[in-house]
T-cell receptor, first 113, second 113 residues
Framework: DAGVIQSPRHEVTEMGQEVTLRCKPI?????LFWYRQTMMRGLELLIY????????DSGMPEDRFSAKMPNASFSTLKIQPSEPRDSAVYFC???????????FGPGTRLLVL | GENVEQHPSTLSVQEGDSAVIKCTYS??????FPWYKQELGKRPQLIID?????GEKKDQRIAVTLNKTAKHFSLHITETQPEDSAVYFC????????????FGSGTRLLVRP
């Protein structure tokens, strides 16, 4: 298996633009997580899905952020409109179970100018 | 609320010495405690985990201990090597409806040759 796949790996955009981050979890994993990592706030859970259903989105910072999982092999995290404070590395992770090893993707490094 | 505190934030040791990183958690209901290692510019990867029914777990040079009464757990790395240099994150999972992982703030370990 190729592991968790994320795209794009790097994204530079201007404030106000829409940003869409993509994730393909490991086949057979029922859980998918979106994290944001910054120096100031560390590693934060934004939202996670179980069997394509959002379970906990309490970490989503505000209405500008939205996430979807239309099927078991694809998820998106969208920011609209983007702001400079959204600059961070966004990781997607997947796992077989709720308290099993989470396998992280390579991350998307987002810079909002 | 849910919280995981991690200490120290940075740790420098001589190659061959031991390193210890400590974490405390706030909710006595938590029952799953993984440790992740993140090398510079890379993704977090699980190195060891422990569940609340076990007090200690070892895997070669790394070990984790859990004290449920005091609500803290520790990572021990013996015979440190330069390739152990990385940021280490502890995490805890709460036994509520979401089972989400809450991460500590991370410890930057530097092993001096």
């Amino acid at each position: 298996d190729a592991g968790v796949i994320q795209s794009p790996r790097h994204e530079v955009t201007e404030m106000g633009q829409e940003v869409t981050l993509r994730c393909k979890p490991i086949s057979g994993h029922d859980y998918l997580f979106w994290y944001r990592q910054t120096m100031m706030r560390g590693l934060e859970l934004l939202i996670y899905f179980n069997n394509n259903v959002p379970i906990d989105d309490s970490g989503m910072p505000e209405d500008r952020f939205s996430a979807k999982m239309p099927n078991a092999s694809f998820s998106t995290l969208k920011i609209q409109p983007s702001e400079p404070r959204d600059s961070a590395v966004y990781f997607c992770a997947s796992s077989l179970g709720s308290q099993e090893t989470q396998y992280f993707g390579p991350g998307t490094r987002l810079l909002v100018l | 609320g849910e919280n995981v505190e991690q200490h120290p934030s940075t740790l420098s040791v001589q190659e061959g010495d031991s390193a210890v990183i400590k974490c405390t958690y706030s909710d006595s209901a938590s029952n799953y405690f993984p440790w992740y290692k993140q090398e510079l510019g890379k993704r977090p990867q699980l190195i060891i985990d422990i569940r609340s029914n076990v007090g200690e777990k070892k895997d070669q040079r790394i070990a984790v201990t859990l004290n449920k009464t005091a609500k803290h757990f520790s990572l021990h790395i013996t015979e440190t090597q330069p390739e152990d240099s990385a940021v280490y994150f502890c995490a805890a999972s709460w036994m509520d409806s979401s089972y989400k992982l809450i991460f500590g703030s991370g410890t930057r370990l530097l092993v001096r040759p």
